[in-house]
């Protein structure tokens, strides 16, 4: 059983032109996505992708991150994943709880350690194969960079 294609016009939320979508649920439903979604059209969309990349690269540039390479597209969406990501790390960092200096002093390095593979890395596919990464594999990673990285002292 196929479903039907309904086309709708729609009014861009920014330019406020119209352009047609096509909508695959039922009549009713797709009334009220037609009034509630907030609709973008190709040009308007673009744009706001474009901005936002741009802000979140300068926004990484600033914390010693590279810009990503990659297609628009796949560069776009690797850099709100890393965007994600960092957000996940600053998370665990800043709900840890220490003992001492010394284990504070070795939980940064192993911090440092870490983000600097994470800077490492330019490719925007390598981001988008590692956007299911969630707080307990970064945790994981952190903690075997913290068993095999020595304090130094002096």
């Known amino acids: 059983m196929t479903k039907e294609i309904y086309n709708y016009t729609v009014r861009c939320r920014t330019c406020r032109c119209k352009f047609e979508v096509q909508l695959f649920d039922t009549h009713e439903k797709n009334l009220f996505l037609v009034d509630k979604k907030v609709w973008f059209c190709e040009k308007c969309k673009k744009e706001y992708f474009e901005k936002q990349t741009r802000q979140l690269t300068d926004e990484h540039k600033n914390v010693g991150f590279q810009e990503l390479v990659g297609t628009e597209k796949t560069v776009s969406w690797a850099v709100k994943i890393r965007s994600e990501m960092l957000n996940k790390v600053k998370y665990l960092r800043d709900s840890l709880i220490f003992d001492n200096d010394e284990?504070?002093?070795?939980?940064?390095?192993?911090?440092?350690?870490?983000?600097?593979?994470?800077?490492?890395?330019?490719?925007?596919?390598?981001?988008?194969?590692?956007?299911?990464?969630?707080?307990?594999?970064?945790?994981?990673?952190?903690?075997?960079?913290?068993?095999?990285?020595?304090i130094q002292k002096g």
Not at 124 to 137: E, G, L, P, Q, S
Not at 139 to 149: A, G, N, P, V, Y
Request: aromatic share 10%.
């Open 103 to 150: 284990a504070r002093e070795k939980s940064e390095k192993a911090f440092t350690l870490f983000l600097e593979e994470w800077q490492a890395e330019t490719e925007a596919k390598w981001w988008i194969d590692h956007r299911n990464m969630n707080v307990r594999d970064i945790s994981k990673r952190i903690e075997e960079l913290k068993l095999t990285q020595p």
